[in-house]
């Protein structure tokens, strides 16, 4: 059964889609069997991956409505051991119908259970914020990566999104794990990043990952030619660290 992981944070910017765009792309390249849901209407994943995401006939959200099947949803081999579901502005709406719906945290759920026997890999890209989207991921994930950008406000907020990962896994999802946070964005030019992790190490019981991402102007660039960072620069320093991310992942599976 694979896993299945959000990438959630409410902050925005932080590197939620480059690492849910670049982390599934790695794990594909290590022979995993990926499947990427694009969760946030902004549609960043979906673009991010070279998918036309308002060419595309069906999204997250006719599939959330039921209007939709996972076989017409999904886009297969983005890159290759890569499927896709796609969203684009549409899924802004879902919020609304949502809340009419029976079992509204579940939907997701419902329809990642039956996929999971098909894939290693389940990954998420949550919006930036706890709405219903979010709610719904944390409900379908085996467990949560939250990035977190090497800034001065890097713990802003973060003890509100890890109440609601607590909530969640109180009502909704028992068996939710947090996975741990990953730095992103860190420059080692200036003093702020170093502060930032060490600071973030000194007061978050939360586990953490060995590997921070670069900030690295080839992963900035890579979603505007439609590649992960692999395809696009496969030497580059977002690469190889993405690649290592992607190592630690599977192997905190195995212990
Ligand atoms: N390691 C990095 N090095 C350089 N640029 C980066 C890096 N990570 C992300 N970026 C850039 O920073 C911006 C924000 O990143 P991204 O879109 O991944 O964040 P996000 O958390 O998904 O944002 P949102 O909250 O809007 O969904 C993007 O322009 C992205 O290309
Ligand atoms: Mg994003």
Do not use: W
């Not at 549409?90 to 579940?106: F, P, T, V």
């Not at 109440?163 to 909704?172: A, E, F, G, P, Q």
């Not at 991402?213 to 992960?228: D, H, K």
Request: aromatic content about 4%.
């Amino acid at each position: 059964m694979g896993r299945i992981i959000a990438v959630a944070n409410q902050k925005g910017g932080v590197g939620k889609s480059t690492t849910a765009i670049n982390l599934s792309a790695c794990l594909a390249e290590k022979g995993k069997k990926v499947l990427a849901i694009d969760i946030d209407p902004q549609g960043n994943t979906t673009s991010g991956l070279g998918v036309d995401k308002n060419g595309v006939e069906n999204t997250l959200y006719e599939l959330l409505l039921g209007e939709a099947d996972v076989k017409k949803t999904i886009v297969k081999d983005v890159v290759e051991n890569l499927d896709l579901i796609p969203s684009n502005i549409n899924l802004s709406g879902a919020e609304i119908e949502l809340i009419n719906m029976d079992d509204k945290e579940y939907i997701l759920r419902k329809i990642t259970e039956k996929l999971r026997r098909k894939y290693d890999y389940i990954i998420m890209d949550c919006p930036p914020s706890l709405n219903m989207l979010t709610i719904n991921a944390l409900t379908a994930a085996t467990s949560v990566l939250v990035p977190i950008q090497c800034e001065y406000y890097a713990l802003e907020g973060l003890s509100q999104l890890i109440h609601t990962i607590d909530l969640v896994k109180d009502r909704l999802n028992k068996k939710l794990v947090m996975e741990g946070v990953v730095f992103t964005m860190y420059d080692a030019r200036t003093n702020l990043s170093l502060q930032v992790v060490e600071n973030v190490k000194d007061n978050l019981e939360q586990n953490i990952y060995k590997t921070i991402i670069p900030r690295n102007v080839r992963l900035a660039e890579a979603p505007s030619y439609g590649q992960p960072i692999n395809l696009y620069d496969s030497r580059s320093a977002g690469a190889e660290a993405y690649r290592l991310l992607a190592e630690e992942v599977i192997n905190r599976e195995d212990k």
